[in-house]
């Protein structure tokens, strides 16, 4: 049977989402107690994916997992819960065998959580309406080779609450560090730094030197969007992850808005 996970990490605590030798990351974690506990014994055999592959010091409320198993009812999120370190599994569902979380998601939303420091609200907004649409945003990404730089923003939603900004973005998929740098744009137009004469050019043309990405801290995978896929819910895995994101976040008033935004979305 082949299940899916939807989970919630701290990416401060991680190396980055994929796994490397010697490091600590969200999928070693994962993969770590799904062997603990018989789930899978090898990753290969058991065709585990991910949906999104985040940086070093990203964090996420809505990425997904996907592998073969042939003991589902050790997937419950409290069972497995109960043995994984700064990894929450929120969900679980039973899909299709040749599901790929990354190749069947139907779009992708960030949150960005901006410290609002003589930021011009209405040229942010402004500003963020030049990048909706269909754009080659090579000047907005780390480029990899062989991706291709055109992609498809649906919308950027700018939110005040109180000394913070937070800025969703919503796409079909998204390059290396596009979303950081972006903010990294719009806290400039908001600023007066740049205007959207020059977003706009750079959206048109190659430029020689890049904006640099926003601190990846502040960005949150918000959610993964699935066709007629449901994830069934535990009430007591939510209860855990609420209280277990409290205790470590309460502290820093940034942490502090996404868990509000979070907990309400639960």
Known sequence: ??????????GTGFYGFQRQPGLRTVEGEVIRVLKKLGIIEDIREANFKGASRTDRGVSAFG??????TNRPDLTE????????????????????EDFHPRFWAMGKVYRYYLFNEGIDLV????????FIGEHDFSNFARLEEFKNPVRVIRRIDVIPRG???MIEVEGESFLWEMVRRIVTALKFCGMGIFSEEEISFMLKEKVDKKLPPAPPENLVLWQIKYENIEFKKDSYAIEKVKREFFERFRMHLTRAAIFEDWITSL
């Open 63 to 68: 990425n997904v997992i996907a592998f073969d």
């Open 123 to 130: 040229k942010l907004k402004s500003c963020a309406e030049l």
């Open 1 to 10: 049977m082949r299940i899916a996970l939807k989970i919630a990490y701290d």
């Open 163 to 165: 000394r913070i900004i």
């Open 77 to 96: 999120p409290r069972i497995l819960n109960h043995y994984l370190n700064d990894v929450w599994v929120l969900g679980n569902a039973s899909v299709p």
